[in-house]
């Protein structure tokens, strides 16, 4: 029996105390929020995996827990992690882990046990008020972190003089000031070969979402991938959303509220709608279900990133050429090499003549560039007839360093690449943009693993030679001998009017070659 406290359900004040729910399945997950909820005493928060429950815990936004073996990541150490923090939680085990558990101090119940027997052996336990448990992102209705990213913005005509559509949304001190002239919708595209569309996606929105409500949307039919890129759960879909066919505001903000996740904890207004788990399922996301899906995020985040696919013909393209044709800005993606160049070169013709984007809207992001294989910005830009919102440059070890660790290249540490990505970001909302740090002590997942292989294989081959946690060699005396890591780069201020303009990148590249029919051809 986890006895860890022995206060009342409620503080003096009569505050409910924050209960973080991690059930793993949305029905199972709204039945007992519903039930937690029920008298006064508990209000609840939906977690979606086991990093984000510890998280909320550890915070101080919540004093007790629920957590269910099925829940995404989840593992014997975080158990052991909620006794450290001395929080009252009730573990759903299934019925061989039951057994296992039995004995412990640990408050262990089915899998399948009654919402309401849940909610009794919270009380029964005693759920003690954190400092800090109310500080939240929910607002008045406790409905968890999603709550906040699909709410609608309130009219402007019920806001107070002087208080904007942000301010009263809640957006941190520091987001960018609102404009018309920023894109709320942003589509990035690109042609065949993998430019790099989902790095670039991902990288965008998990800068947006420091600072503005962002959500990232994986649009591609054919070849979806932002779930594998964020370690996002991919049950959580976009199909699932048009399965629901939500009618109604409140149906919509069901609906969202229950497939959308996190990018995760350095991007805290940012979230994720993942793609179909496999392109075959194309055919339940209809058109009219996908334009309205565009149009209610437009109404409930400031910015809505699509993860286009190459396909833009035919009845695999339907819906990229339905988000091509709703964006605000169209980022086209293009390999900075000669193939990559001529792939892009046909996408643009494609979205000229079959989805008719306007020219104003269009804005090139050439991607791994390097000045000495490469053609100039200047000399891309002449032959695509496109001006460049950023030339990101060619950083392998960044990206895979981001890839490794399953995370947005902008949060993967110091990488000329993310530079460039954060720079766009910050062109592209009108503000500067700050990221929190990274919390060390919460490391997990496979890129720690390897950390610690990579360091135990180096002690063992250099005796008597520390390494620091950055990789760098010391010697007893502490010296350090390698190199630090590449500092990123900017990227120059916009130089012309319109939307993609606006983002256009007007810096020089060295090694611009002259020749530009080769391009051209």
């Known amino acids: 029996m986890n006895a860890h406290v022995q206060a009342s359900a409620t503080d003096e004040s009569g505050r409910a105390v924050r209960v973080a729910v991690g059930a793993g399945a949305p029905p199972r997950e709204r ?62 085990a299934a019925p061989e882990d039951v057994t296992r558990w039995r004995g412990t101090p640990v408050e262990v119940l089915p899998l399948d046990a009654e919402p309401s027997a849940i909610r009794a052996a919270l009380l029964a336990l005693g759920v003690k008020p954190r400092d800090e448990a109310d500080r939240h992102r929910t607002g008045s209705n406790g409905g ?214 306007p020219q104003e809207r269009l804005g090139l992001v050439v991607n791994r560039h390097h000045g000495r294989y490469h053609h100039g910005r200047t000399e891309v830009e002449w032959a695509l007839e496109v001006p460049a919102a950023a030339v990101v440059p060619h950083d392998f070890d960044g990206v895979q360093r981001a890839l490794a660790a399953q995370l947005p290249v902008v949060l993967a540490g110091r990488s000329r690449a993310g530079g460039a990505i954060l720079d766009l970001a910050e062109r592209i909302c009108r503000g500067r943009i700050v990221l929190p740090a990274p919390d060390e002590s919460a490391r997990q997942g496979p890129a720690a693993w390897l950390v610690a292989r990579l360091k135990a294989a180096l002690a063992a081959a250099t005796p008597g030679v520390r390494w620091s946690s950055t990789g760098s060699r010391q010697s007893a005396a502490g010296d350090v001998r390698d190199a630090a890591a590449p500092t990123s780069r900017g990227v120059p201020e916009p130089r012309s009017a319109g939307l993609a303009a606006a983002v256009a990148d007007t810096g020089t590249e060295e090694g611009a070659r002259s020749d530009r029919s080769a391009v051209a051809a």
């Not at 008298?39 to 609840?44: H, I, Q, R, Y």
């Not at 790095?199 to 979402?209: C, H």
């Not at 649009?219 to 976009?238: E, F, L, M, S, Y």
């Not at 194309?282 to 995020?297: D, K, S, T, W, Y």
């Open 144 to 357: 968890g972190p999603a709550a906040v990213a699909v709410r609608r913005p309130p009219d402007a005509e019920q806001l107070p003089d002087g208080q904007d559509e942000h301010a009263a949304a809640g957006t941190p001190t520091g987001s960018p000031e609102p404009s018309i002239e920023v894109p709320s919708v942003i589509a990035v595209a690109g042609g065949h070969g993998s430019p790099g569309r989902t790095t670039l996606a991902v990288g965008l929105a998990a800068a947006l979402g420091a600072v503005a409500p962002t959500i990232l949307v994986d649009a591609d039919t054919t070849a979806p991938g932002v779930a594998a890129a964020i370690d996002a759960n991919p049950t959580r879909n976009i199909s699932m959303l048009a399965h629901a066919g939500p009618q109604g505001a409140g149906a919509w903000d069901r609906a969202i509220h229950d497939e959308i996740q996190p990018i995760g904890p350095r991007s805290p207004e940012g979230w994720v709608l993942c793609g179909l788990p496999k392109p075959e399922m194309r055919g339940g996301v209809a058109g009219a279900f996908f334009e309205q899906l565009i149009a209610e995020l437009r109404g409930r985040y400031r910015f809505v990133v699509l993860d286009v696919g190459a396909e833009l013909l035919g009845d695999g393209g339907t819906l990229h050429r339905l988000a091509l044709s709703s964006a605000d800005l169209v980022l086209v993606v293009a390999a900075a090499d000669m193939i990559g160049l001529l792939h892009a070169r046909r996408a643009l013709a494609t979205m000229r003549a079959h989805v008719r984007v």
């Open 31 to 92: 039945e007992i929020i519903a039930a937690l909820e029920a008298g006064s005493e508990l209000t609840a928060e939906r977690c979606l995996s086991a990093d984000q429950l510890l998280e909320c815990v550890r915070s101080g936004r919540a004093g007790a827990a629920v957590v269910s073996t099925a829940l995404h990541r989840f593992e014997d150490g975080v158990v052991h992690a909620l006794g450290e923090l001395r929080v009252p939680f009730v573990l759903l």
